[in-house]
Structure formats: C-alpha cells, structure tokens
Nanobody, 124 residues
Framework: QVQLVESGGGSVQAGGSLRLSCAAS????????MGWFRQAPGKEREFVAV????????YYADSVKGRFTISRDNAKSTVYLQMNSLKPEDTAVYYC?????????????????WGQGTQVTVSS
C-alpha cells in the first residue's frame, strides 16, 4: 500500500521560511517523479514544483521560482520543499504526489499517488 505523508506545515509570518517533507512508503521511490502542489481556499489545486527521479532536474511555477526549492533523498524515500520569503498568497494546503514513468509533469492528472496534505498559513 502506497503512502505519502507530508509534514512541516504551520503558521509563519510573511518573509519567513518553512521546510516541508514528504515521506513515501510502499513504492520504489527512486522510480517516481515527485511533485508538490497546493490548494488555497476556494481555488483549484495548482502545481508548485517537480523533481525528476534522480533529483538532477527541477521545475517551478513562476509564482514560487527563486523562493522555493524542491529536493529529494532517494535513500530516505523523502522529498522536500524548502520555502523561503513566504508571502500571504502562499497560504494553502500543500500536497506531495508521485508519478510513475520518466517524464516530469505539471499536470495533476498525471500523478498516481497523493498525500493527505499539510497546511501552510502565512500572515502579513
């Protein structure tokens, strides 16, 4: 049974930082592309960042580029999202997701497995 468990969310003031973690089990972690997505209240879930299987290629949404960094540790079956210079508009539930296959994707429907999400709240 595949499980993706996010942690590290919380409340922070604007300009602050948080580091999200997503621990995976029940799958061959190194064979999966990993992505982070977020969903703000009343809005659709949106792409944030993606990392390829080896960790050598990353891609970000324009809204977080230069502030967020995605990384992975295949030995620990964990993907991270370092979030710096947080803004109130970053407030959302953040989800990690796993996608089989070689190619990275920003499309929600391409992902096979999802975590339960972790809340990030940024106050001004």
């Amino acid at each position: 049974q595949v499980q993706l468990v996010e942690s590290g969310g919380g409340s922070v003031q604007a300009g602050g930082s948080l580091r999200l973690s997503c621990a995976a089990s029940g799958l061959t972690f190194g064979s999966y592309v990993m992505g982070w997505f977020r969903q703000a209240p009343g809005k659709e879930r949106e792409f944030v960042a993606v990392i390829n299987r080896s960790g050598g290629v990353t891609y970000y949404a324009d809204s977080v580029k230069g502030r967020f960094t995605i990384s992975r540790d295949n030995a620990k079956s964990t993907v991270y999202l370092q979030m710096n210079s947080l803004k109130p508009e970053d407030t959302a539930v953040y989800y990690c997701a796993a996608k089989s296959g070689f190619y990275a994707s920003i499309e929600l429907k391409a992902y096979n497995y999802w975590g339960q999400g972790t809340q990030v709240t940024v106050s001004s």
